[in-house]
């Protein structure tokens, strides 16, 4: 069983800045990939940032130059620094991770609960 636990949502105004977290527990033998999801009401879940090595972090359009995906492996963790952030990043971000957990390799698709973010002045 692996357990994703986001922190880190609130409500911030325009231009403002907000950091994500999330931790990854329970059964893990490898990470394969960590990142963020959003959902806004209304809309579809859509990808906003997500690691995949240490030299290789993917973007959506949207986020480009504002946001920063890092991860620390050492703690199963990874985060989301959200820069000059704007009315349209507000959504629910969900974490998600592919990890396996036994050494056969075969990787599980596991999301966090969750965490709004609300930016509005």
């Known amino acids: 069983q692996v357990h994703l636990v986001e922190s880190g949502g609130g409500l911030v105004q325009p231009g403002g800045s907000l950091r994500l977290s999330c931790a990854a527990s329970?059964?893990?033998?490898?990470?394969?990939?960590m990142g963020w999801h959003r959902q806004a009401p209304g809309k579809q879940r859509e990808l906003v940032a997500r690691?995949?090595?240490?030299?290789?972090?993917t973007y959506s359009d949207s986020v480009k130059g504002r946001f920063t995906c890092s991860r620390d492996n050492a703690k199963n963790t990874v985060y989301l620094q959200m820069n000059n952030l704007k009315p349209e990043d507000t959504a629910v971000y969900f974490c998600?991770?592919?990890?396996?957990?036994?050494?056969?390799?075969?990787?599980?698709?596991?999301w966090g609960q969750g965490t709004q973010v609300t930016v509005s002045s």
């Open positions: 998600n991770a592919f990890i396996a957990s036994t050494a056969d390799g075969v990787l599980g698709d596991y």
């Open positions: 329970g059964s893990i033998f490898s990470i394969y990939t």
């Open positions: 690691v995949i090595s240490s030299d290789k972090t």
